[in-house]
């Protein structure tokens, strides 16, 4: 279970192009506690952070139109007070070259909700 701060859960924002992906692990991480935004691609996700929005983790899909993970990654590097999120990669294509922690799909929520909480500890 997430620890809380002044009574706020963790937030975490998923980023998938696919919407079955995003309500589904929404809906598994607000079971267990969190908050959770989502986005559907890159850009979109790099706008909100961008506006503003600081969430504890960032779950991203590797493989998106218009920007993909790979890309958002590099531009979320670039800007310090963004830089030092926790970014967990999903990825269908197995070895893949990324310079931040990634799982493979098909993926048990067990494994992803394991890794969060190492991020957040």
Do not use: H, Y
């Not at 983790?57 to 990654?73: A, E, N, Q």
Request: aromatic content about 6%; charged content about 30%; proline content about 7%.
């Amino acid at each position: 279970m997430p620890q809380p701060s002044d009574t706020q859960p963790r937030t975490i924002f998923v980023v998938d192009d696919d919407r079955d992906i995003r309500e589904d692990l929404g809906e598994l991480l607000r079971e267990e506690g969190f908050g959770v935004e989502a986005a559907w691609n890159g850009a979109e996700a790099l706008n909100r952070l961008k506006a503003g929005f600081r969430p504890d983790v960032i779950i991203l899909d590797i493989m998106m139109p218009v920007m993909d993970g790979k890309t958002f990654r590099g531009e979320l590097k670039k800007l310090p007070e963004l830089a030092a999120i926790p970014v967990i990669g999903l990825t269908a294509w197995p070895n893949q070259q990324l310079d931040f922690d990634c799982l493979q799909k098909p993926l048990r929520f067990e494994t992803l909700l394991g890794r969060i909480r190492t991020v957040l500890a």
